[in-house]
């Protein structure tokens, strides 16, 4: 067998500010970030669709999934803005963190940053939009529908 | 098969920085367990360990702890499910005993929070929930907690100033709690200082437990045993447990947890009791909103009628419904793996009318509701006099 380094696919350690994994099976997840799009995955087999992304559908054994984007609106579910944050995200804060519901599937994130909290309220209508942070770092937020 | 009773409980004090290594804390509750058992080490047939590993130095505590607490060469393993380990810990001694695999189980839950330093500690928070699409965000345990309780404000109405209300109860018992970390009174001023930002809205300072360093230790036997060691043994009666998902996203309920709601259920069911039978509850007040939760997901009060509950302090030791009056986890502090120990030794000394101050009149049945994470599992025991 020829020796050599085994290629490593870590590109999720792209997502977020800071990543606490770099190899996942959704890696393409990230590809699809920068190319401006949110996706999650559904099952071929029994079409349940799963937000975040899964390689494998627990309920029918199968990991014959396809991509879907996360389009239209979302409803804020509930929110919170954080004073203080964790090792390596002392400089997003303040940042609130949210979830929206899209009927199907729900999507965790965070607030865009240029809206106060004062004209956040329960039920309101936002969309995800994919977003490169100053880090370099691929992410999305939440803002006004 | 018989039942399975309580025979022992003890709990090293809640601290801030323990001056002392685990095997050191761990004895603290044991020592204390063991003299209210009055067994000795031969007794013991085995012995489980619960904490959360990531603030451990020491891989695989619980061989460490046996030996030093004399419980060679019986079987000893580690049981963890985060905030909520050592209730596990009781659920597993429980099914050892039950079935006839040993008599007598000592179920030890320690954590040093302060092992880590605290940019250890600060690093860990950030992988407190799903580290793969969650904690990109940044985020934090309160912030979780924070988003319950926006949810059940903007369904319910309730506010700021009724969980408000709950830190002052758990202050009140606090004060009269020896082992408690936090053994002030708290008033609605401090807790409104526009001073002290929120931690994460609308969450402030005096909403959050504090992290401790502590210990608990509970010995559980075969009915047999229990009656033939001990002059009150108190019974489990009722044991149930639930699990939730970790993302957010993957939940439905956002004004209540799921898991108390199921593990009540089952608890409740097992026991032959409802809610109306309880005389006195533990329930797990990570932070204000928990508790106020838990009065409605374990039917203490109706959805949304928790503040009308802490309002007309129902929940004070001469209420209806008399909750964390030990000074709840608010008070105490929050040593993770030794929590639910803790909760337990609470409601049995409560049950055998041995909690000084704290008693409540006269109890027969009593509950502990302890939960892991934001609700990703969480654990409801019944335990009874008789």
Redesign the interface.
């Known amino acids: 067998m020829a020796k050599g380094k085994k290629e490593v696919d870590d590109r999720f350690g792209r997502f977020g500010t800071v990543s606490f994994t770099s190899i996942s099976k959704v890696n393409d997840f990230i590809d699809y970030l920068a190319q401006g799009k949110v996706m999650g995955t559904r099952c071929k087999q029994c079409g349940a669709t799963h937000f975040p992304p899964v390689a494998d559908c627990a309920e029918c054994l199968s990991s014959n999934v396809e991509w879907f984007e996360v389009t239209g609106t979302g409803k804020l579910v509930s929110f919170s803005t954080l004073t203080y944050g964790p090792v390596g995200f002392e400089d997003d804060l303040p940042y609130a963190i949210a979830l929206l519901d899209y009927g199907d599937y729900k999507v965790f994130g965070r607030i865009a940053k240029d809206i106060p909290e004062k004209e956040l309220s329960i039920g309101m209508a936002m969309k995800t939009e994919p977003l490169t942070l100053p880090n370099g770092q691929l992410s999305y937020v939440f803002s006004k529908a | 098969m018989g039942r399975v009773g309580i025979i022992g409980v003890g709990q090293s004090a809640f601290v801030r920085g323990y001056p002392g290594s685990i095997r050191e804390l761990a004895y603290e509750g044991f020592k204390e367990a063991m003299e209210d058992a009055q067994i000795s080490n031969e007794d013991i047939d085995a012995s489980i360990v619960c904490s959360a590993p990531e603030y451990d130095k020491q891989r695989s505590p619980a061989g460490v702890l046996a030996e030093y607490l004399g419980l060679i060469p019986q079987p000893t393993f580690y049981v963890e499910s985060v905030c909520s380990s050592s209730s596990t810990g009781l659920k597993v001694a429980y099914s050892m005993i039950k079935a006839g695999l040993h008599d007598v189980v000592c179920v030890l839950g320690f954590q040093k929070m302060s092992e880590i330093s605290s940019?250890e500690s600060?690093?860990r928070?950030?992988?407190g929930a799903d580290?793969?699409?969650?904690?990109?965000?940044?985020?934090?345990m309160?912030?979780?907690y924070?988003?319950?309780?926006?949810?059940h404000m903007?369904k319910y109405g309730s506010t700021e100033e009724d969980l408000a209300l709950i830190r002052i109860k758990a202050a009140t018992y606090g004060q009269m709690n020896k082992k408690a970390v936090y053994r002030k009174p708290v008033t609605m001023e401090q807790i409104f200082d526009p001073e002290r930002?929120?931690?994460?809205?609308?969450?402030k300072v005096f909403d959050c437990c504090a992290n401790a360093d502590g210990s608990s230790c509970i010995i559980v036997a075969s009915e047999e045993k229990a009656k033939a060691l001990c002059e009150k043994p108190v019974w489990i009666l009722g044991l149930g447990a639930a699990s939730e998902a970790v993302?957010?996203?993957?939940?439905d309920l956002?004004t209540g947890l799921s898991v108390a709601i199921e593990a009540g259920k089952q608890a409740y069911e097992m026991a032959g009791v409802g809610p109306e039978d309880i005389d006195v509850a533990e329930v797990h007040d990570c932070f204000t909103i928990a508790e106020m939760m838990a009065y409605e997901n374990l039917g203490f009060a109706k959805p949304g009628e928790g503040k009308e509950l802490i309002g007309a302090k129902e929940t004070y030791k001469e209420g209806k419904i008399p909750v964390n009056v030990d000074g709840g986890l608010l008070s105490k502090g929050h040593p993770i793996g030794a929590t639910g120990g803790s909760q337990i030794r609470t409601i049995v000394l409560q049950l055998r009318g041995d909690a000084g101050p704290m008693q409540v009149e006269n109890p027969e049945i009593g509950l502990v509701h302890n939960i892991g994470g934001v609700g990703l599992y969480g654990n409801v025991t019944i335990l009874g006099r008789s």
């Open positions: 940019a600060q690093e928070m950030g992988r580290i793969q699409w969650e904690s990109p965000f940044g985020t934090m309160p912030a979780y924070a988003m319950y309780a926006r949810a903007a930002p929120p931690v994460a809205t609308p969450l993302n957010m996203a993957g939940r956002f």
